[in-house]
Each structure stands twice: as structure tokens, then as C-alpha cells.
């Protein structure tokens, strides 16, 4: 249905938040033909999209698939994510001749720049005939049959409703908790908030000459609440970042430990006893060194082990070794919080919408997409894919 001669401040559907689900949305209802505004407090649009991924915006992963979200109904997701795959966002990646690679692990990257991916966004809102205005605020007055919105320009009128305006992280580049506000104020379920993807802070004094590896990486397998990441940590100077730590900063809960095997794939203990015997002069921190770096080896061989010949190590010092470092366990007294979080957990409880359009069970014609819901993906291009997933599912149906 097209609703062209509809006067200016009447649309089909108005989109608040111009990121990455809100522009998937209304590409996708543009084309079915309905009259869209896009809406954005921000100067301008897809800001996220264009600081992320380094520049280069991890736009997908070829693997995404509903294990790598994390939401109260783990299958809330699938209906989205098998309508609108990778492969969809590949094509149209293509169709706009945007050349990208895969980096690892399926994570696909612009060789270019993240800014093509907005270009291409809204060059697609362009010929789908959305409209967009940025610096703009908006209230929702009624949410009723018509809805009625306020802009300090005056009122919007519209049939459908998205709030695609993302979570709290990184305040710093507008983020806001706007969606939340309007749904506790809608008696809409919002289930707690946390930062995501986010390094941890390391403030127990013990743990304070960790600070001298700031910027030394590491590969492990980081394990947070039975969730595990062979991925590499990296050491800074407030206590650990990198993709393990980001991932596993999703599951940490305060006060529990992270458990870091800084020898993956090695069983430690055993390999001690053999060396022990094959090289029973060398240095233990000779031999830690190897896997961990000079420095990470000198350290732990400063505060936590004894450095002594292997061939003088009893089965009691290798024990109390493996201790130390199979796995590392370690308190973070907290993480980052939002100002660096990549992602926020919790948001929009999905048992209030349906998964198949998005849209409130208990509000017709309003709709919650992107990560203002409680569906936060792994690190590796999730997050993206479920903006654009659930974007598009909802602009099938707006
Ligand atoms: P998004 O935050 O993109 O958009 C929300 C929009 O709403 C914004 O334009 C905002 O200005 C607007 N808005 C907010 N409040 C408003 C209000 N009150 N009124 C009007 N407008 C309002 N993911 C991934 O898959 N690969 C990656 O490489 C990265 N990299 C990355 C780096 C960094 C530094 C961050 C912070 C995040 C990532 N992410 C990522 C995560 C990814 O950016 C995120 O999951 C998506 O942008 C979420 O898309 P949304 O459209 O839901 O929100």
C-alpha cells in the first residue's frame, strides 16, 4: 500500500534511531512500498556502524547462528536470523560492490572503510524513497490506534511505531536509554541492563604489577560462568581486554572469577614432568617464556612461582605452577561499564514481542528492533547481524 498523498507530517511508519536496525527497517519497509520517516537525535547517522569493527566495521559473521546470542529465550532469535541471513547482507555488500574479507572465524570486514557500509545503507533508504532527519528528538504522545509523536518541528502522525534506538553503551556517541524509558512507561517488560563486550578492571592490589605487561596479548581459553573462548586476552593498564575477555566479559557475573588456561591446547602438568626430565637445567622461566613471552614469564616467576631448574622441581612445585597459569584464576573487581562496552546486555524482554515481526504483543503497531531488545550477540560481526536480521523482520510487517 503506498500512502503518497498523505500530508508531510503523516507517515506509514517513523523509525526512531538511524543505526543499523532502524536504516535495515526501513529499507525494507520503503520497498514494501510504505511511506517512511527515519528519526535521529543524533547530527548524524550510523555512528556505531562507523566507529566499529576498527573503521572497518565487522558487518556479519558467515556463522551466525542463534548459539551465538544471548537472550532470556534463547529461541526468541531463530525466526529473524533464518529470514534474513548473512549471506542476504553479503549479497547486497556485493550488489554495492564493497570489497571485504573474512578475518577469522567468519568475520567479515570492508577492506575499505566502515563508511561504505552507511553509503550503501543509505543510498538503499534513497531508492526505497525514506526519509531521514537527523538532530531531531522525539516524544511518543500516543500509542494508541494513530500514533502521535512530537518533535520540537512539530507533531508526526504514523501508523506504526520502531524504536530502534540501540543501548547504553558508549554515551559518548549518543547513546540513550530512551527505548527502556518508553517501555517502563508502556508497562513493558525490561529486563536488567549491563555492559557487554567490555574489558575488566583489576583492583586488587596483588594483582597490581600486572599493569608493567600493558599491551601484551596472549592466547587462551578464558572461561566465564561454564562459557569459554579460545581467543587471545590482552593485558592493559587498568587489568584485561582482548576478543577472550571481551567474549567472556558477556557471561562474568560480579564477584565470580574468570578462569584463564594461558596453555591452551597443552596439559600443562605432563609437560612440566617431561621437560623436567629432557631439560632438567633449563630455567622454569626459560621454558614459561616459550608459550607466555619473556615478560608474562618473568612476572609470574617474580610474584607467583618459584624460578628454579626444572630438573629441581618436585611434583608439588609443578602443581602449585599449574595452579598459576591452568587455568589463571582471576577476580576482576568490575569491567569498563558502558563508556567502553561494545554492546548492553538485558533490554527489551522478548516474551513481550513476537518474534516473528517484532513487534509489542500488547501494543500493536509498536515495534522494538536492534539492541535496544535483549538479544546481544558473541563478538564477530552477531551484533550487527541481528540489527539487520531483526530490522528486516520488522519491515515486512510495519
Ligand atoms: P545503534 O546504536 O546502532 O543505533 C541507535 C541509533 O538511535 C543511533 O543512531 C542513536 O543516535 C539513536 N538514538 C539513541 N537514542 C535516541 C533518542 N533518544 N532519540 C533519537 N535517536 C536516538 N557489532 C558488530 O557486529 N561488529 C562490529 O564490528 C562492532 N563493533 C563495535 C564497535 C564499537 C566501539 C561499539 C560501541 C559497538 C560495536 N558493535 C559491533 C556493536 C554494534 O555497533 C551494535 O550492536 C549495533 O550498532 C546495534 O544497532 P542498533 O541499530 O540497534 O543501535
Request: charge should be neutral; aromatic fraction near 2%.
Given at each position: 500500500m503506498t500512502t503518497q498523498n498523505k500530508a508531510s507530517n503523516e507517515y506509514d511508519v517513523i523509525i526512531i534511531g538511524a543505526g543499523a536496525a532502524g536504516l535495515m527497517c526501513a529499507i525494507a519497509a520503503g520497498q514494501r512500498g510504505r511511506r517512511v520517516l527515519v528519526t535521529d537525535?543524533?547530527?548524524?547517522?550510523g555512528k556505531k556502524i562507523l566507529m566499529s569493527g576498527g573503521g572497518r566495521c565487522n558487518f556479519t559473521n558467515m556463522y551466525s547462528a542463534p548459539e551465538n546470542f544471548i537472550c532470556?529465550?534463547?529461541?526468541?532469535?531463530k525466526s529473524a536470523l533464518s529470514r534474513y541471513t548473512p549471506w542476504h547482507f553479503i549479497e547486497l555488500v556485493e550488489k554495492h560492490q564493497i570489497a571485504y574479507h573474512e578475518k577469522k572465524l567468519g568475520q567479515l570486514f570492508c577492506d575499505e572503510s566502515s563508511k561504505q557500509i552507511v553509503q550503501m545503507l543509505l543510498a538503499e533508504c534513497a531508492s526505497a524513497g525514506v526519509k531521514i532527519i537527523t538532530d531531531t528528538s522525539v516524544q511518543v504522545v500516543e500509542t494508541g490506534g494513530q500514533k502521535l509523536l512530537e518533535t520540537p518541528q512539530g507533531k508526526l502522525q504514523c501508523e506504526s511505531v520502531v524504536i530502534?534506538?540501540?543501548?547504553?553503551?558508549?554515551?559518548?556517541?549518543?547513546?540513550?536509554?530512551f527505548g527502556f524509558e518508553l517501555a517502563r512507561k508502556l508497562d513493558i517488560s525490561v529486563l536488567p541492563t549491563r555492559a557487554g563486550l567490555v574489558p575488566v578492571v583489576l583492583d586488587d592490589h596483588k594483582l597490581k604489577p600486572l599493569a608493567e605487561l600493558s599491551g601484551i596479548s596472549l592466547d587462551t581459553i578464558t572461561e566465564a560462568n561454564q562459557n569459554s573462548f579460545h581467543e587471545n586476552i590482552l593485558f592493559t593498564h587498568r587489568g584485561l581486554s582482548g576478543p577472550a575477555i571481551l567474549q567472556a566479559s558477556s557471561y562474568w557475573q560480579p564477584g565470580e572469577p574468570l578462569k584463564i588456561d594461558m596453555f591452551p591446547g597443552i596439559e600443562l602438568a605432563g609437560y612440566l614432568a617431561e621437560m623436567r626430565v629432557e631439560k632438567s637445567k633449563t630455567a622454569l622461566k626459560t621454558i614459561l617464556a616459550e608459550k607466555l613471552t619473556r615478560r608474562v614469564a618473568q612476572l609470574w616467576c617474580e610474584q607467583w612461582v618459584e624460578d628454579k631448574p626444572l630438573g629441581q622441581l618436585s611434583d608439588t612445585d609443578i602443581e602449585h605452577i599449574v595452579s598459576q597459569c591452568q587455568p589463571w584464576t582471576v577476580k576482576p573487581s568490575g569491567t569498563e561499564g558502558y563508556r567502553t562496552a561494545e554492546v548492553t546486555l538485558g533490554?527489551?524482554?522478548?516474551?513481550?514481542?513476537?518474534?516473528?515481526?517484532?513487534?509489542c504483543k500488547n501494543h500493536p503497531g509498536l515495534y522494538f528492533i536492534g539492541e535496544v531488545v535483549d538479544v546481544t550477540g558473541h563478538l564477530g560481526g552477531h551484533n550487527f547481524q541481528w540489527a539487520w536480521a531483526s530490522g528486516h523482520a520488522a519491515g515486512q510487517f510495519v
Open positions: 537525535h543524533a547530527n548524524k547517522v532470556n529465550n534463547p529461541h526468541f532469535v530502534a534506538t540501540g543501548s547504553l553503551s558508549i554515551p559518548k556517541m549518543g547513546a540513550t536509554g533490554g527489551i524482554d522478548t516474551d513481550a514481542l513476537s518474534s516473528k515481526t517484532m513487534e
